[in-house]
């Protein structure tokens, strides 16, 4: 809440003035209760995870974060996770993966959600000790050209966007894993370059 609705609020009160200030521009229903319970619902970020028009466009990836640091804890509690080995913690978001691509493919869900568990599976991966081969720098390089042009992909329809999003998870995972467990590999070095580190 911190971290997320400061900013959130007061851009929300710029796009409410603008909203009114504009009428034709304006996403807000005329009704009075209507426009109530449209722009709750937008402030308590549910647009993005619900079947909502957003006032904002953009503020879907708030939604996302929102809903996952509200049913992390509970999933990690429901589950018992920290009380079990590291190794079924991964086969667990693994299966959370597959289990939940399935899902949006037949439901049309969020499956932009699944970028988190590839932070997750990072995390986990991250924490195995020793080293890992001198490969893991070309899966990373293979990981951010394949991410960046699977978005490119004319691949229509709710598997297409599936299919983009998992190359993206998986594009990701390798850049980042390769990137940090190989802080003087080439790849490394090249993100450490200041103008890159400006322009993030």
Do not use: H
């Amino acid at each position: 809440i911190r971290r997320i609705y400061p900013a959130f609020t007061a851009v929300f009160a710029l796009y409410l003035v603008l909203s009114y200030t504009f009428p034709a521009e304006s996403k807000i229903p005329r009704n009075p209760l209507d426009a109530a319970a449209y722009i709750t619902l937008n402030y308590l970020l549910l647009p993005g995870i619900f079947p909502i028009e957003p006032i904002i466009t953009v503020a879907w990836s708030l939604s996302y974060e929102l809903f996952y640091y509200a049913t992390m804890p509970a999933i990690i509690g429901l589950f018992r996770l920290k009380e079990i080995s590291q190794k079924r913690r991964i086969l667990f978001f693994a299966l959370m993966v597959v289990a939940f691509s399935a899902f949006c493919i037949f439901t049309n869900g969020p499956i932009r959600l699944v970028m988190f568990i590839s932070g997750v599976l990072l995390y986990e991966t991250m924490r195995i000790p020793g080293g890992l081969p001198e490969t893991l720098s070309r899966f990373g390089i293979l990981g951010l050209i394949g991410g960046l042009l699977a978005l490119l992909l004319p691949l229509n329809g709710v598997e297409g966007k599936v299919a983009k999003v998992l190359t993206l998870f998986f594009g990701y995972y390798f850049l980042c894993l390769a990137c940090f467990k190989q802080p003087t590999a080439q790849l490394t070095r090249a993100f450490c370059w200041s103008p890159l580190r400006w322009l993030g």
